[in-house]
């Protein structure tokens, strides 16, 4: 540190040498010399001997007088007292929280540099200690200052990271900090960083963040609503005052949509209960699917699970667990692409009280932890950092796990079921998951049809969410008509089961007649211009070109390299795979 503060520790050895009229140096506790004047200002970012009287005072933390360098007992042990020419020198520690940081040492050449030190010595010991404090002080204003700024850009992030809007004002009002949800939520255009000072009642006349402030009361998950002539939001907001020396300073604001939450409580009532008789479909690749599954619930073997988005595989996953022994028992799941990676070691593994900035007091224990005796289940497993599948692996291989900053194995008993959207063989190839933990995962392989491989469970998945959204939107809506159904056989269903509700949750809102026409549809589609049996020979051939490129780049890799076995393994120059990759 005291390296960083060079210019500074400078500039007092340039007051010291023109104080007491002496050459000085100034040494790290690496030995490391930060400061120097006459001769051993060309020494600066040079080490002084391990043996020297620094190395001593580092270990003693004690000032040390030689009066007769090269000859004193204390010299006896150092490595060039034959070619020492110092006369006199005074060393004296910095000490920063009971350690010595540094030493500062003055130095005489000649006999009448040594009388004059040798006659003020205890002037300038004096002396030296309030400059060795000085420095000192510095020292700690420099970590503190430093602590601080990593404290506030952790909080920075953390604010900007966490699923709920989060706006602070100061006691006048005015915008402190805002993350992105919160813009978000409010519906603002303004770049964040243009917020901070804007008056909250600019924006929002009619907050409860301001009327806190006003009222100097708190507020607990109370409703409130976001509105301008053109944009409405319903908030779920928490207001805490910032308090100082018993005045308050400012106010801090959560906000949740409540649209979220009803969701979520949609999602989580549904869900819960969940078997395979739940699981709509007779094709016959879903009904080998499903089979499969059936037979492995049983069992506490782990399973992969794979196919492509939107094709139910969270739901397969509860489906076994409620099949399972471990039924009674919790299913906890996380999504390993929908939690930033700084945040996603301690809400696998938990963390141990203190173990980082803002960790609650009490510790907390990760979501493996909280599964336990039941499933845990690892959603878009493929896009775990590499640091962390090391972590996995280990608990796949000893069933224990270590809280971050804790030092205590504590013994898991979980069932493991992975799912991913991803090739992971390919993503192994790309150096991008390890093999080993694909090995450990890919125990029971289960691969899910997508849709466009089933059609034959369309019909019946269309019934299916159609009952189920006229309930929720007390709609009488009878079936589809002709027209629409045709499309929903034809469409490629890029998104699946999934685009497939939501496509049906979309006509329902906005159907009209007794029955759900491809009118009320067609503007949620990726396109509306028809289904496969629409496209004409050149646009089919063109997709397909689109693809088969896209999966060799994706085997082989998007550079130069990779680029060049692409066209080879196509049969076509490079030049031409360049010109259709342009289109």
């Given at each position: 540190?005291?390296?960083?503060?060079?210019?500074?520790?400078?500039?007092?050895?340039?007051?010291?040498?023109?104080?007491?009229?002496?050459?000085?140096?100034?040494?790290?506790?690496?030995?490391?010399?930060?400061?120097?004047?006459?001769?051993?200002?060309?020494?600066?970012?040079?080490?002084?001997?391990?043996?020297?009287?620094?190395?001593?005072?580092?270990?003693?933390?004690?000032?040390?007088?030689?009066?007769?360098?090269?000859?004193?007992?204390?010299?006896?042990?150092?490595?060039?007292?034959?070619?020492?020419?110092?006369?006199?020198?005074?060393?004296?520690?910095?000490?920063?929280?009971?350690?010595?940081?540094?030493?500062i040492g003055i130095f005489a050449f000649d006999q009448s540099q040594k009388k004059a030190m040798a006659e003020k010595k205890n002037q300038y010991l004096n002396f030296l200690h309030?400059?060795?404090?000085?420095?000192?002080?510095?020292?700690?204003?420099?970590?503190?200052?430093?602590?601080?700024?990593?404290?506030?850009?952790?909080?920075?992030?953390?604010?900007?990271?966490?699923?709920?809007?989060?706006?602070?004002?100061?006691?006048?009002?005015?915008?402190?900090?805002?993350?992105?949800?919160?813009?978000?939520?409010?519906?603002?255009?303004?770049?964040?960083?243009?917020?901070?000072?804007?008056?909250?009642?600019?924006?929002?006349?009619?907050?409860?963040?301001?009327?806190?402030?006003?009222?100097?009361?708190?507020?607990?998950?109370?409703?409130?609503?976001?509105?301008?002539?053109?944009?409405?939001?319903?908030?779920?907001?928490?207001?805490?005052?910032?308090?100082?020396?018993?005045?308050?300073?400012?106010?801090?604001?959560?906000?949740?949509?409540?649209?979220?939450?009803?969701?979520?409580?949609?999602?989580?009532?549904?869900?819960?209960?969940?078997?395979?008789?739940?699981?709509?479909?007779?094709?016959?690749?879903?009904?080998?699917?499903?089979?499969?599954?059936?037979?492995?619930?049983?069992?506490?073997?782990?399973?992969?699970?794979?196919?492509?988005?939107?094709?139910?595989?969270?739901?397969?996953?509860?489906?076994?667990?409620?099949?399972?022994?471990?039924?009674?028992?919790?299913?906890?799941?996380?999504?390993?692409?929908?939690?930033?990676?700084?945040?996603?070691?301690?809400?696998?593994?938990?963390?141990?009280?203190?173990?980082?900035?803002?960790?609650?007091?009490?510790?907390?224990?990760?979501?493996?932890?909280?599964?336990?005796?039941?499933?845990?289940?690892?959603?878009?497993?493929?896009?775990?950092?590499?640091?962390?599948?090391?972590?996995?692996?280990?608990?796949?291989?000893?069933?224990?796990?270590?809280?971050?900053?804790?030092?205590?194995?504590?013994?898991?008993?979980?069932?493991?079921?992975?799912?991913?959207?991803?090739?992971?063989?390919?993503?192994?190839?790309?150096?991008?998951?390890?093999?080993?933990?694909?090995?450990?995962?890919?125990?029971?392989?289960?691969?899910?049809?997508?849709?466009?491989?089933?059609?034959?469970?369309?019909?019946?998945?269309?019934?299916?969410?159609?009952?189920?959204?006229?309930?929720?939107?007390?709609?009488?809506?009878?079936?589809?008509?002709?027209?629409?159904?045709?499309?929903?056989?034809?469409?490629?269903?890029?998104?699946?089961?999934?685009?497939?509700?939501?496509?049906?949750?979309?006509?329902?809102?906005?159907?009209?007649?007794?029955?759900?026409?491809?009118?009320?549809?067609?503007?949620?589609?990726?396109?509306?211009?028809?289904?496969?049996?629409?496209?004409?020979?050149?646009?089919?051939?063109?997709?397909?070109?689109?693809?088969?490129?896209?999966?060799?780049?994706?085997?082989?890799?998007?550079?130069?390299?990779?680029?060049?076995?692409?066209?080879?393994?196509?049969?076509?120059?490079?030049?031409?795979?360049?010109?259709?990759?342009?289109?």
């Open positions: 540190m005291l390296k960083k503060l060079n210019t500074d520790i400078q500039q007092v050895a340039e007051a010291i040498a023109a104080t007491l009229e002496a050459n000085v140096t100034i040494v790290d506790n690496n030995l490391h010399r930060v400061a120097g004047t006459g001769p051993y200002l060309e020494m600066i970012q040079k080490k002084a001997p391990q043996d020297s009287a620094f190395a001593k005072v580092l270990k003693t933390k004690e000032t040390i007088v030689i009066e007769n360098p090269g000859f004193d007992s204390g010299c006896q042990d150092c490595s060039v007292k034959e070619r020492c020419v110092e006369t006199y020198e005074i060393c004296t520690p910095i000490i920063w929280q009971g350690e010595a940081i540094g030493v309030k400059m060795a404090a000085l420095i000192a002080s510095r020292f700690g204003e420099a970590v503190l200052y430093e602590e601080l700024t990593a404290k506030n850009d952790e909080l920075a992030a953390v604010i900007q990271n966490v699923h709920q809007g989060v706006l602070c004002l100061d006691s006048q009002g005015r915008i402190g900090q805002i993350n992105a949800k919160a813009r978000q939520l409010l519906g603002l255009k303004e770049p964040l960083g243009n917020l901070p000072g804007v008056s909250l009642k600019n924006i929002w006349p009619k907050a409860l963040l301001s009327r806190a402030l006003e009222e100097k009361q708190e507020f607990v998950d109370k409703e409130e609503y976001f509105e301008t002539p053109h944009y409405r939001r319903g908030l779920l907001s928490t207001i805490r005052l910032i308090r100082q020396n018993n005045t308050i300073v400012g106010a801090v604001g959560t906000f949740t949509d409540l649209d979220d939450i009803q969701r979520s409580a949609v999602r989580v009532r549904e869900h819960n209960d969940f078997t395979f008789d739940d699981l709509i479909g007779a094709s016959g690749s879903f009904a080998k699917a499903k089979k499969r599954a059936c037979q492995v619930a049983g069992h506490d073997s782990t399973v992969l699970i794979t196919g492509e988005s939107g094709t139910g595989k969270e739901l397969f996953a509860r489906a076994i667990h409620n099949a399972g022994s471990r039924s009674e028992y919790p299913f906890i799941g996380i999504n390993c692409s929908a939690i930033p990676e700084s945040l996603l070691e301690s809400e696998l593994f938990g963390y141990e009280p203190g173990a980082f900035t803002g960790a609650d007091k009490k510790g907390k224990p990760g979501k493996i932890q909280l599964a336990h005796k039941g499933t845990f289940f690892l959603d878009e497993i493929g896009d775990m950092p590499l640091f962390l599948q090391a972590k996995l692996l280990r608990v796949l291989q000893e069933r224990r796990i270590t809280r971050v900053g804790g030092i205590r194995a504590i013994d898991i008993d979980v069932r493991i079921i992975a799912a991913t959207n991803k090739n992971l063989e390919d993503l192994i190839d790309k150096k991008m998951f390890r093999e080993d933990l694909y090995y450990r995962l890919n125990v029971i392989p289960l691969k899910l049809p997508p849709l466009r491989e089933r059609k034959e469970d369309i019909p019946v998945f269309i019934e299916f969410f159609l009952k189920i959204y006229n309930t929720r939107f007390q709609k009488k809506i009878l079936g589809f008509t002709p027209d629409a159904i045709d499309f929903f056989l034809r469409y490629s269903w890029p998104g699946n089961v999934r685009e497939l509700e939501n496509i049906v949750e979309y006509g329902t809102s906005f159907a009209e007649g007794d029955y759900m026409e491809f009118d009320d549809i067609k503007d949620r589609f990726r396109s509306c211009e028809g289904g496969e049996g629409d496209k004409s020979l050149r646009e089919r051939v063109a997709e397909y070109e689109r693809r088969a490129i896209k999966e060799c780049l994706d085997k082989y890799g998007w550079d130069d390299e990779g680029k060049k076995k692409a066209a080879d393994v196509l049969k076509m120059s490079r030049a031409t795979l360049y010109r259709k990759l342009s289109q």
